[in-house]
């Protein structure tokens, strides 16, 4: 299957290459050992200088300053995430998240995780040219609660920029000076 196919890629080639290069031997809690800082930090590490993770800093939008902690993290292919997190439900939201992320690396954007008093915003996007847009991704504007939680970031922003909301949805659901987008519409967007 398409499943055994990719994971025999990631085992066979990328992380016994990585483990290796680190000399990580079993070290995780699954194999019954405690687990510290430092041997997380070296497997994010692996990852990344395996080209398998983007590091995504957080940035304060009103303070325009990089946040110290809690950098997030994309896969450089969806069809790896499964593998690398372990996760059983299909995390559509997340899913979602990591293609909009790689789409905007591509365009050739820097990319930061916004943080706004108490509010993040997904991605806070410059070009060296000072443009620069902000982006909300949810998988479905399903609720007036869900509109709410991903239109209200940006409604905080004093500033002219664009902001989208981008989801699955079909049906425009602008407001206040803010797009919304459907994925397949922002994917052939230039």
Known sequence: SIDEYLESILNTVVLKDIVTRLKITNTLTSYGRKTDNK????????????LLIYEVDRFD??????????????????????????????????????????????????????????????????????EKIYIQVAYLLASEDTIKREFLPF?????????????MDRFDMSRNGIKHLNIIDFLLKD
């Open 39 to 50: 041997t997380v930090e070296k497997y994010l590490q692996g990852l990344k200088d395996g």
């Open 61 to 130: 939008v009103k303070e325009k300053a990089l946040l110290q902690r809690n950098a997030k993290y994309y896969v450089v292919d969806s069809a790896f995430r499964k593998f690398l997190l372990s996760r059983t439900d299909s995390d559509r939201g997340h899913i979602l998240e990591n293609i909009v992320y790689l789409e905007l690396l591509r365009k050739g954007y820097n990319i930061k995780i916004g943080k706004l008093n108490n509010l993040e915003i997904d991605f806070v996007c410059t070009k060296t040219n000072n």
């Open 155 to 167: 409604e905080k922003i004093n500033d002219n920029y664009p902001k989208y909301v981008i989801s």
